[in-house]
């Protein structure tokens, strides 16, 4: 039987079907509806704030950096240990990254390396809660001296660093609901925001800039999360306490059996985990990728998340910057196991064992 790294969450059928009924009687199934509206209210008493929904993660970060109305050229200092779509929305929009390496012990964007990379064309910082792992937030916004810090929450839903919702660090936080997350709308995304006063723009950004049938205000895009989109959200939602305890209980069968040689990448002290990935690092490349090897032919599907380095894609290998030696290095040896809530304790055990072999 096939493994996947990851297998998406959907509720009952049959609750999904009764969620969506409504909407053939109102035939309203886009422009920020009932559905919409809904999920966006049952959000924010989730993450302790404002949120704005979008239509997948992608346009959630790039309605962000627009909303913060950035220099154009001016630069963004991020992480090259991350998906590619962190630095394409910094490009998108005009402006110029910055890579700085990472921490060793969790993967997120090292505030020892981010001082000596800022200077006069610094007009923001965003690191990335990669693996869900909080970043070093209090040092990150002692450092950044009144610069805008906007954080890559994709993989952090549900996750608190002590005892705070980790997208309510930093100026904004962006999540991702694509179908790989812990929490999902099949696709979409949100803006978490600190106040009111950020709301409209970030409407005005998913939907063309228009207030009323008759007003338009800004130049925005079309970034809305339809009614199915909703629907399925408000479903997941009532099931996250649930599958988040079940990925937690998948999550300690592997801890306390990985083999020697194999170490789990940590969340730093402090935070309670949405246990979205499970990030294991081996003492080199050849160890990883023979790992790697043995687990697809046996139908088991791994992913070297993140490998190569966004630094190393071709439309950034002509950046400039100084050196990355740990997300280098953390690159060539990382591995994310399967861990979803119907992963077996038997087919964890045979993971292991091919691990050990």
């Not at 939907?207 to 997941?236: P, S, V």
């Not at 059996?257 to 940590?266: A, T």
């Amino acid at each position: 039987m096939e493994i996947p790294v990851t297998r998406t969450s959907l509720p009952p059928f049959e609750e999904y079907c009764r969620e969506i009924r409504s909407l053939w009687d109102s035939h309203m199934v886009t422009n920020m509806a009932d559905k919409h509206q809904e999920l966006e209210r049952r959000l924010e008493a989730f993450l302790e704030g404002p949120v704005s929904l979008y239509a997948n993660g992608h346009l959630a970060l790039e309605a962000a950096i627009r909303s913060l109305d950035l220099p154009a050229g001016s630069e963004v200092i991020t992480t090259p240990f991350t998906f590619v779509s962190t630095v394409h929305a910094i490009v998108r929009c005009g402006l110029v990254p910055v890579f700085c390496d990472v921490r060793e012990q969790d993967g997120t964007l090292d505030p020892d390396c981010l001082e000596g990379l800022m200077g006069g064309r610094t007009s923001a910082i965003l690191p990335v809660h990669v693996y869900g792992h909080p970043c070093q937030v209090e040092r990150i916004g002692e450092l950044a001296k009144g610069i805008p810090v906007l954080y890559d929450a994709a993989h952090a839903f549900g996750v608190r660093y002590r005892g705070i919702p980790a997208v309510r660090f930093g100026t904004l936080s962006i999540l991702s609901f694509h179908a790989t997350k812990v929490f999902t709308t099949v696709e979409g995304g949100a803006v978490c925001f600190p106040s009111e006063g950020l709301r409209q723009r970030l409407q005005d950004e998913r939907n063309f800039g228009i207030r009323d049938k008759e007003t338009c205000e800004w130049a925005g895009g079309n970034a809305k999360l339809n009614e199915f989109q909703a629907a399925m959200g408000l479903c997941n939602l009532r099931h996250y306490a649930d599958e988040a305890s079940r990925r937690a209980r998948v999550y300690g069968w592997y801890r306390e059996s990985l083999p020697s040689g194999v170490s789990l990448l940590c969340p730093r002290e402090g935070t309670e985990p949405n246990y979205a990935y499970l990030p294991v690092l081996f003492g080199s490349r050849r160890e990883r990728d023979a790992a790697y090897g043995s687990l697809e032919r046996a139908g088991i599907h791994p992913r070297k998340y993140f490998y190569p380095l966004v630094s190393a894609c071709r439309p950034y290998q002509s950046i400039k910057g100084r050196p990355t030696p740990v997300a280098d290095s953390l690159s060539a040896r990382v591995l994310c196991l399967p861990l979803y809530p119907d992963l077996s304790r038997e087919e964890v055990e045979r993971i292991i064992g091919l691990l050990e072999d």
